[in-house]
């Protein structure tokens, strides 16, 4: 069945510090995948997205994402975080249906 | 210009009440949608609509009618008001179907007492 999982509700980091939020993905063929971005009190916004190609992709705000079939993951990276990222990131897969995980909450301190 | 947006952005209501709530996009996007988002949980698909006068089913239908009027306008309505109905709805576009990217609007917060 298909779905999406972000097994951390909450992260913590230090601003600087480097950053992975992890998303698992369940899609027996090639799943479409999105990272999107929702500030507060704001509608998502979307961060990047993967339809097949090279594994990793780039996107905005020096944020990518790393595609892995074998491990069913689409992680979130960003070499040095701002106390600007803080925000909730959702990690979603369309492909039949339109799946979004539930959501981390990046907290970046300063 | 946000070419999503959404209104009113709260609401308040009593249960068995009836509601509204009203998105336009000006991107000229075939495809719209509207979610529902609770606390600690992603966005829920209700219903969307790939064109005027379309309407298709999404994954929590229940309690709620839609429609799309034109390419830019499409409508939530809840006829009877129920507290477990109180969240935060989204309106989305795109060009392409849910394999495209979305572009959200801002939020409407309903309540229902």
């Known amino acids: 069945a298909q779905s999406v999982t972000q097994p951390d509700a909450r992260v913590t980091v230090s601003e600087g510090a480097s950053l992975q939020l992890r998303c698992k993905y369940s899609?027996?063929?090639?799943?479409?995948l999105f990272w999107y971005v929702q500030y507060p009190r704001q509608g998502l916004q979307l961060l990047l997205k993967y339809y097949s190609g090279d594994p990793v992709v780039q996107g905005v705000n020096g944020f990518e994402a790393e595609f892995s079939k074998s491990n069913s993951s689409f992680h979130l990276r960003k070499a040095s975080v701002h106390w600007s990222d803080s925000a909730v990131y959702f990690c979603v897969n369309s492909n039949n249906r339109i799946f979004f995980g539930d959501g981390t909450q990046l907290v970046v301190k300063p | 210009e946000a070419a999503v947006t959404q209104s009113p952005r709260n609401k308040v209501t009593v249960t068995g009440g009836n509601v509204t709530l009203s998105c336009r996009q000006t991107?000229?996007?075939?495809?719209m949608y509207w979610y529902r988002q609770d606390t600690g949980h992603g966005l829920r698909l209700i219903h969307y609509?790939?064109?005027?006068?379309?309407?298709q089913i999404g994954d929590v239908p229940d309690g709620y009618k839609a429609t799309r009027t034109t390419q830019e306008d499409f409508f939530l309505l809840l006829e009877l008001a129920s507290p477990s109905q109180t969240s935060l709805y989204f309106c989305a576009s795109s060009p392409g179907g849910i394999y495209a990217e979305q572009f959200f609007g801002p939020g409407t917060r309903l309540t229902v007492l």
């Open positions: 609509s790939y064109g005027a006068g379309n309407l």
């Open positions: 991107n000229s996007h075939n495809y």
């Open positions: 899609y027996s063929g090639t799943p479409y």
